[in-house]
């Protein structure tokens, strides 16, 4: 069993920028994709961005195309959430998971990292 732990989250004014990362133990880490979602209070829980593990291909939700960038260290069995021009709309307890094989969906949810935007 995977388990994620997600960091970096923390209180930042609008425009700034934050760094997320999450971390997957286990010895051989090979999944399809991992994904970062968000959950705003109130609302449900929603797609930010995603990467494949081999490729290196990634993919965004509209909201943040264009100010966030994922990546991921495979050495280190680590993604990171690159988020620049933050907005206060973007306050949100943000959670990494694992996508196991293409036609798996995600699991392995992390505890979430709580990012704050002020305005």
């Known amino acids: 069993q995977v388990q994620l732990v997600e960091s970096g989250g923390g209180l930042v004014q609008a425009g700034g920028s934050l760094r997320l990362s999450c971390a997957a133990s286990?010895?051989?880490?090979?999944?399809?994709?991992m994904g970062w979602f968000r959950q705003a209070p109130g609302k449900e829980r929603e797609f930010a961005a995603d990467i494949v593990w081999c490729a290196g291909s990634t993919s965004y939700a509209d909201s943040v195309k264009g100010r966030f960038t994922i990546s991921r260290d495979n050495a280190k069995n680590t993604v990171y959430l690159e988020m620049n021009s933050l907005k206060p709309e973007d306050t949100a307890v943000y959670y990494c998971?694992?996508?196991?094989?293409?036609?798996?969906?995600?699991?392995?949810w992390g505890q979430g990292t709580q990012v704050t935007v002020s305005s």
């Open positions: 998971a694992v996508k196991r094989t293409l036609f798996s969906q995600y699991d392995g």
């Open positions: 286990g010895r051989t880490f090979s999944p399809h994709r």
